[in-house]
Antibody
């Protein structure tokens, strides 16, 4: 059973870069069965997919965030990362890392989530 | 971009059957997944590929998908089923993961 754990600062200043990492255990991040993704949830709101990455390094980004987002993967250390540049208050959210299985992207494992607050 | 529409809230009495819908253009041609999220917790997969249940999910949870509507059905609801429920698809035309806005299930 996969386990995912987010880590990173809980407070980021406006206009700076939000950086989070996700450690994967219980399986290999190089598995061809999975994509690895970031999903966020603003307080009291719904789920918003940010982007995903395959072990090969191929990335998929939400159109509205594409200019500010970079997702990378380190197969040697079994983790992947998120960078969101030029953050604003609206980027305040709980950020989840997750595994997305197969061609239909079933999110079958989630990290516990980490709250990131953007404030000046 | 592809849009999934859910009712903001659904209420049902204990022991009855709750149905939560997820609307999308020709959603019947896509594979729909459903997640349960209790307050303060990460979402949990309850139905995948329209109607399959992960191990550990009670058979009170079922799903269907046809035409422009997918439905999550929860039979014999109890207080423990109170949560937000989200539908999700992969939109291959845009290479996007798409979530519905979520439905809050209240057990009266």
């Amino acid at each position: 059973q996969l386990q995912l754990q987010e880590s990173g600062p809980g407070l980021v200043k406006t206009s700076e870069t939000l950086s989070l990492s996700c450690a994967v255990s219980g399986g290999s991040i190089s598995s061809s069965s999975y994509y690895w993704g970031w999903i966020r949830q603003s307080p009291g709101k719904g789920l918003e997919w940010i982007g995903s990455i395959y072990y090969s390094g191929k990335t998929y980004y939400r159109s509205s965030l594409k200019s500010r987002v970079t997702i990378s993967i380190d197969t040697s250390k079994n983790y992947f990362s998120l960078k969101l540049r030029s953050v604003i208050a609206a980027d305040t959210a709980v950020y989840y890392c997750a595994s997305l299985r197969g061609s239909f992207r079933v999110v079958d494992y989630w990290g516990q989530g980490t709250l990131v607050t953007v404030s000046s | 971009s592809y849009v999934l529409t859910q009712p903001p809230s659904v209420s049902e009495a204990p022991g009855k059957t709750a149905r939560i819908t997820c609307g999308g253009n020709n959603i019947g041609s896509k594979s729909v997944h459903w997640y349960q999220q209790r307050p303060g917790q990460a979402p949990v997969l309850v139905i995948f590929s329209d109607s399959d249940r992960p191990s550990g999910i009670p058979d009170r949870f079922s799903g269907s998908n046809s035409g422009n509507t997918a439905t999550l059905t929860i039979s014999r609801v109890d207080a423990g089923d109170e949560a937000d429920y989200f539908c999700q698809v992969w939109d291959s035309s845009s290479d996007h993961v798409v979530f519905g806005g979520g439905t809050k299930l209240t057990v009266l």
